[in-house]
């Protein structure tokens, strides 16, 4: 069993930055392929960011690409979601997730996710 568990939320101006992290536990997150997806309130979750098993390759939601990097410490058995330009529209609560697809394009379906952590609370002020 994989456990994960996300931090790194907090209230940050329009602008600002964060660095969200995912530690994963139990087993070598390198066999997954790793997400983040989000969900503001009253809206469905959506896709963000995933990387590839072992952190080799990205994908990135349009509305985050260009600002939002994804990345992968294998060492550490963690993965990074380093957010610069925060919009209001970023506010919601981000989820990690992780996948035995290790790539192409399911990496991009929350369907495909078999183990998520319990989320932390990103909001951006006007």
């Known amino acids: 069993q994989l456990q994960l568990v996300e931090s790194g939320g907090g209230l940050v101006q329009a602008g600002g930055s964060l660095r969200l992290s995912c530690a994963a536990s139990?087993?070598?997150?390198?066999?997954?392929?790793m997400g983040w997806f989000r969900q503001a309130p009253g809206k469905e979750r959506e896709f963000v960011a995933a990387?590839?098993?072992?952190?080799?390759?990205?994908g990135y939601a349009g509305s985050v690409k260009g600002r939002f990097t994804i990345s992968a410490d294998n060492a550490k058995n963690t993965v990074y979601l380093q957010m610069h330009s925060l919009k209001p529209e970023d506010t919601a609560v981000y989820y990690c997730?992780?996948?035995?697809?290790?790539?192409?394009?399911?990496?991009?379906?929350?369907?495909?996710?078999?183990?998520w952590g319990r989320g932390t609370q990103v909001t951006v002020s006007s």
């Open positions: 997730a992780a996948t035995r697809v290790c790539a192409g394009s399911d990496v991009y379906t929350e369907n495909s996710y078999n183990y």
């Open positions: 139990g087993r070598t997150a390198t066999r997954y392929a």
């Open positions: 990387v590839s098993c072992g952190g080799g390759i990205a």
